[in-house]
């Protein structure tokens, strides 16, 4: 038997899942805590070893596939001359492309930001600004002053083609191996990520996972091909490409819930926007990720309360936790992110941060539909972001919702707390990706795309209501 292995070298886990070759049925899964203050490469072996032996007959390993999220996955800061235009199609370029965005500038930039800049380190600037033909001297002069910030090596130059040679050369001139793609938005009215998205995809395999010093061993360098949240997204791209009979032809969202973040991946079909609606922002992009760096079970529990304190202790008042019980419960999560609960009362409160980062985080990735009232023309509907009410189906990953039996309620209890201007997904299908299938799959997409749709078949069981979780 032919057999393909996936792994997933997370932060705290690295998982491993095998496949048989051609047919990408599932065979074995097991994972072993992430040895990053060794080397990445003995928990790898550890948890291979471990899979292998619950193969029956003989096999043979004819390849190795991985993604890393471990030793803070890709750090990436974007730039760009108005926050909610060129700022965010470079931010939306580094999300896709699987990174943790720790910086996003805007404006005429001068020192300041060179020293935050600076202060941060990124991996990667992906440099942005200016439609093709539109601004250039506040560009040049944002290139001149980020290209002072010695802890950048990396750049990406993403802005107006006019002068894109000259930006580029404003850094190489400091030192930066820079490399030159597409703008990321080249009109006012058009999303171009994918050439800034390949960019940054071929710069953190070819320097920057191995640069983290994770390991020893050069076949850690070869094995990893994607950031872990890439590997989610392509995942999530997939399921929305299914056929129009299935449940997803109404497209996907994945919130995967983490210790410090709560990622949120959609892939819908881009319907035509009605007369009636008048859109504002960025357009709309039919594959998307988001990162809520303050929502998390762990490093991030204390802000999660801060942002949802009321419905959090509305939901633990049968228990007798008040305010101060319920910052002690966070404080504790915070210090501790190896922290696992010892009685109910600690899954009560991970149960309700888990509601609480899921609720946040949907209404923060989909956009909102306001009534605005305009002198003369009457009544209008003006649409800022993404319009996800009707994705079909809801995907839940991450430690607190795979090991939950009753993880689809939590989902489920968070998808109703919409707000009425809200632009979430209204009835969707609730599934549990419970044996990690999604950054496998998307890790097996780029060898078969077929094999790939089959390994999340166990997936779409659950969706089309199968009693077998996956």
Aim: charge should be negative.
């Amino acid at each position: 038997m032919d057999v393909v292995a996936l792994a997933d070298f997370g932060s705290t886990f690295t998982k491993i899942t095998l496949v048989e070759d051609g047919s990408g049925r599932l065979l074995a899964r097991a994972s072993h805590p992430t040895t990053v203050f060794t080397d990445v490469m003995h928990g790898y072996h550890s948890a291979l070893e471990l899979a292998t032996t619950q193969l029956d007959g003989t096999y043979r390993l004819v390849a190795e596939l991985a993604a890393s999220s471990a030793g803070g996955g890709l750090r990436m800061a974007a730039a760009g001359l108005v926050t909610e235009l060129t700022a965010a199609a470079g931010r939306q370029a580094a999300l896709n492309a699987g990174a943790k965005v720790e910086l996003v500038l805007a404006g005429d930039l001068e020192q300041d930001e060179c020293d935050r800049l600076h202060a941060v380190a990124p991996e990667i600037l992906l440099f942005c600004g200016g439609t093709d033909g539109g601004q250039t001297i506040k560009v040049l002069q944002n290139a001149r002053a980020l290209a002072r910030a010695q802890s950048v090596k990396f750049v990406v130059v993403a802005c107006n083609v006019n002068i894109a040679a000259e930006v580029a050369s404003i850094f190489e001139l400091r030192g930066r191996s820079v490399q030159v793609v597409e703008n990321v938005l080249p009109s006012i009215d058009r999303l171009a990520i994918e050439a800034a998205r390949s960019a940054i995809h071929e710069l953190f395999i070819e320097h920057v996972i191995g640069g983290k010093g994770l390991s020893a061993d050069a076949r850690f360098g070869s094995l990893v091909i994607m950031p872990t949240p890439e590997a989610v997204l392509e995942a999530t791209r997939l399921l929305g490409l299914a056929e129009r009979s299935s449940p997803e032809s109404g497209g996907v969202v994945v919130v995967d819930v983490g210790g410090a973040t709560t990622d949120v991946h959609s892939a819908v079909p881009l319907a035509n926007r009605p007369a009636y609606i008048t859109a504002t922002g960025l357009p709309e992009l039919p594959v998307t990720r988001s990162v809520q760096g303050d929502l998390g079970l762990r490093w991030s529990a204390d802000s999660v309360v801060d942002a949802d304190r009321e419905q959090m202790l509305d939901a633990l008042s049968d228990g007798g936790i008040g305010s101060d019980e319920l910052a002690e419960h966070a404080a504790r999560r915070h210090a501790q992110p190896d922290f696992l609960p010892a009685d109910s009362i600690d899954q009560r409160v991970d149960d309700v941060l888990a509601e609480s980062c899921i609720a946040i985080a949907l209404r923060r990735h989909c956009g909102t539909l306001a009534t605005v009232y305009m002198p003369r023309q009457g009544t209008q509907f003006v649409q800022r972001g993404l319009d996800l009410r009707d994705v079909r189906v809801l995907i839940g990953t991450g430690g607190a919702l795979v090991h939950r039996p009753d993880s689809k309620r939590l989902i489920a209890r968070a998808v109703g707390r919409r707000p009425d201007h809200s632009l979430m997904p209204r009835r969707p299908i609730i599934a549990v990706d419970r044996n990690y299938l999604l950054a496998s799959a998307g890790l097996l997409s780029t060898r078969d795309p077929v094999a790939a749709g089959r390994l999340l078949n166990s997936l779409r069981k659950d969706i089309n209501g199968n009693d077998a979780c996956v």
